[in-house]
Each structure stands twice: as C-alpha cells, then as structure tokens.
C-alpha cells in the first residue's frame, strides 16, 4: 500500500513565523502535490513536483515555496505566514501525472 | 464554467438504497477519472479510477464514464450510513508539463438509516 505521511497533523503558527510542513511518499513515486482546502473552494493546487529539484506553480503559489531535494520528500514552506494561510494542507503522490494520487493525513495550520 | 462540476448536494438517500453521483468535465481530450470519498476532518481516499467508457465495478462501487457525454458517475449499492460522506470527482486532463488531475468541489452524500 502507498504511505504519504506529513510531519504533522495539528500545527499552530503566529503571524510571520516561517512554517515548514513536510511530507514523505514510500512507493517511490514520481510526482508530489501540495493543496489547501478550504470549506466551499475545494482542494487547490499550491505547487507539484514531478521530478526531484523540479516545481511547477499550481492554482495559488503566492506566500508559498516549495522543496524537493530527495524523490522520497517534498516540502511547502510558508515564508511568513498570514491568517489567511489558515487552513488544511494536504500532500499527495502519484507515479505518474495520469495515475491516481494518494493522499497523505493532512495538517491543519491556524496562524494566530 | 468549470472544468470539473459535481452537485454540492447535500444528497440524502435512504439505508440499502442506491446511491448515484454525477460529474461533467468540460475537457474532451480528458483520459483519466478518479472518484475519491472524504469523511470530514479526514483526507480523501481513492475510491476507483477509470479509463475506459463503460462501467467499472468495485464490490457496492460502479463508476461509469461517458466520454461522448462527458461525464463519469458513480453508483454505490446497498447505501450505508458508513457511506456518509463527501465524494469528490477528479479528472485529468492534458499531456503537456503543465497538465494536471481537476478536482471537483464535491457532492456531500448522507444515508439516512
């Protein structure tokens, strides 16, 4: 079975602090994805990552960057977080763009 | 118009019954669709994918794609509370690097006992 795991599931920041949320795929996949959900917008797409050092922009890559030096890990840093950065971050992965993505549990952040 | 289009719902449909959640996209050349259930407070989880027109079928599941139409839908039988969920469509679309799976925004489905 593909394991996604993020580093947290409960996080809370104050405003400005840099936030580093990580996540870790098991099954060797290619692509790695980063979205926030939100109640009544869905699941959006912050940034992916199709290849190790490679990133592309998704939907909503403002206040947001990203870090893929290993296949296996795949970070979102919040430079300086912002109340609006509240929210459910989820990670996923697929083997290729096409597949399915697995999820991880998600880390809900509150920026105080 | 959006790309991938679910009802919000809520839908609410009696225990054993069956239960049936529609999805329009709006790219023709879209090759790949995915339907996933999210608990609330929960991540989504891969319920099945599908490729191929026709109907797939997985146990309670069949998911059914209409590539004329554009639409994928999926059927689940025997409805059970457990099945209470929000059901998202995912559909991918594109070849290029830039190509991406679409997200819909979710049918929220209660089964009432």
């Known amino acids: 079975d593909v394991k996604v795991t993020q580093s947290s599931r409960y996080l809370v920041k104050r405003t400005g602090e840099k936030v580093f949320l990580e996540c870790v795929q098991d099954?060797?996949?290619?692509?790695m994805f980063w979205y926030r959900q939100d109640p009544g917008l869905g699941l959006r797409l912050i940034y992916f990552s199709y290849d190790v050092k490679m990133k592309e922009k998704g939907d909503i890559p403002e206040g947001y960057s990203v870090s893929r030096e290993k296949k296996e890990r795949f970070s979102l840093i919040l430079e300086s977080a912002s109340t609006n950065q509240t929210s459910m971050y989820l990670c996923?992965?697929?083997?290729?763009?096409?597949?399915?993505?697995?999820f991880g549990p998600g880390t809900r952040l509150t920026v105080l | 118009q959006k790309e991938v289009e679910q009802n919000s719902g809520p839908l609410s449909v009696p225990e054993g019954a069956i239960a049936s959640l529609n999805c329009t996209y709006s790219?023709?050349?879209?090759?790949?669709f995915f339907w996933y259930r999210q608990y609330s407070g929960k991540s989504p989880e891969l319920i099945m994918s599908?490729?191929?027109?026709g109907d797939k079928e997985d146990g309670r599941f069949t998911a059914q794609l209409n590539k004329a139409s554009q639409y994928v839908s999926l059927l689940i039988r025997d409805s059970q509370p457990s099945d209470s969920a929000t059901y998202l469509c995912a559909v991918f679309s594109g070849y290029s690097s830039a190509s991406k799976i679409i997200f819909g925004s979710g049918t929220r489905l209660s089964i009432r006992p």
């Open positions: 099954m060797d996949h290619e692509n």
């Open positions: 599908i490729y191929s027109n």
């Open positions: 790219d023709r050349v879209s090759q790949s």
């Open positions: 996923a992965s697929s083997f290729r763009a096409d597949n399915e993505q697995f």
